[in-house]
């Protein structure tokens, strides 16, 4: 199982890591060092640069990908 970053507004992205088996973290209260991965909107374009910086994990925006594509992305992104 893996520790997931989602921004807030992505609720359909947070439930479906959920149910793949992932432990989903909001990204405003997590402590992004000790996460996988981060999903993020790719609306706001400060977040994409706190989260470049603050971790080493894999960034995925999410712009434009439906929730089960962006379960995959992160899937690949942790194999």
């Not at 992205?13 to 060092?33: F, I, M, P, T, Y």
């Not at 999903?39 to 894999?58: F, H, N, P, R």
Request: with cysteine.
């Amino acid at each position: 199982m893996a520790r997931i970053a989602v921004e807030n507004s992505l609720q359909d992205v947070k439930d479906a890591l959920q149910q793949s088996g992932h432990e989903v973290v909001s990204v405003d209260n997590a402590n992004l060092q000790n996460c996988d991965c981060c999903v993020i909107s790719g609306q706001d374009k400060d977040v994409l640069g706190i989260a470049e910086t603050a971790t080493k994990a894999s960034v995925i925006n999410a712009q434009g990908m439906t929730s089960d594509q962006i379960v995959e992305r992160v899937n690949q992104s942790l194999s």
